[in-house]
């Protein structure tokens, strides 16, 4: 695994004329990780369908490391070096934690016994690998979340979108996560996206944080300049944005 640069210029994407995401552009650099945040509704999720190949953007282009990915299908996304989580985890019922991983990781090793070798070995990583005959469905919150991080590595991605994995987690397990995803950062070089509400994670993991509101993006910069950013203030405390 290493990392790849993400690059959108100027995507938009409106559904019936509702503009969801208008003119965003911003870069991820290769083996960064870097935020996507703003209110409920402001475009983020789009924003990673867009990347991921759920939704052709209207206008703009999606690069990564130098080659268009905007418009071709998830599963090309995927072949290309995309692996995303889901904001509604929603595991394979009926399979048991291995076997959900193990479905991620036939993406590149189509032998059985090779996938399902390197899902265990995820499984270890993220300190699922005792509950791995559990069944999915049979997980609490926390460890679905870390299933589902499990299955978007196993597709051994270049780039890891990640959608508010840390929504619901208690502290000691936003750390947990946070630390994992730190550690996975610096061994991998794999580069990563995170739409995160939990402050706190933001703020220990991304170099760079992008905020979002109305689908447009209102402003960029490392986390000590995104806290004082009026603009940024303004959208969270509910006040009127400036003129
Ligand atoms: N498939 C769709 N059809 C119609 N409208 C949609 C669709 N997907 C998103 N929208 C609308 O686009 C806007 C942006 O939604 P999106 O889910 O991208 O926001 P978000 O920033 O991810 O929000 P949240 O933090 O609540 O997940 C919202 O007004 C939403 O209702």
Redesign the pocket.
């Known amino acids: 695994m290493s990392g790849a640069r993400l690059e959108l210029d100027g995507i938009g994407k409106s559904?019936r004329g509702?503009r969801?995401v208008h003119d965003v552009s911003f870069d991820v650099p290769a083996g960064a990780i870097n935020a996507l945040i703003?209110p409920?509704?402001?475009?983020?999720?789009?924003i990673f369908n867009m990347i991921a190949g759920v939704y052709r953007p209207d206008a703009g282009s999606v690069r990564l490391d130098g080659r268009q990915i905007s418009g071709l299908r998830p599963d090309l996304v995927c072949d290309a070096g995309v692996g995303r989580t889901f904001?509604i985890v929603k595991p394979f019922k009926g399979l048991s934690v291995l076997e959900n991983v193990t479905v991620g990781a036939l993406h590149r090793r189509p032998r059985l016994g090779e996938a399902r070798a390197y899902a265990a070995d995820i499984l270890m990583q993220l300190g699922l690998h005792d509950r791995r005959h559990q069944a999915a469905e049979s997980l609490t919150l926390p460890d679905r979340k870390r299933l589902e991080v499990a299955r978007a590595l196993a597709t051994e991605p270049k780039l890891l979108l990640l959608d508010e994995v840390m929504a619901g987690l208690r502290p000691t397990e936003i750390d947990v996560m946070v630390s994992f995803l730190q550690d996975l950062n610096r061994r991998t070089g794999l580069t990563i996206l995170l739409?995160e509400h939990v402050m706190r994670a933001v703020m220990a993991l991304a170099s760079n944080i992008v905020v979002v509101s109305y689908g447009e993006k209102i402003a960029e910069g490392t986390p000590a300049e995104i806290a004082r950013h009026q603009a940024v203030l303004d959208v969270y405390l509910g006040e009127p944005e400036p003129a």
Do not use: H, M, P, W
């Open positions: 559904f509702l969801a703003g409920n509704g402001a475009g983020k999720t789009t904001q739409i």
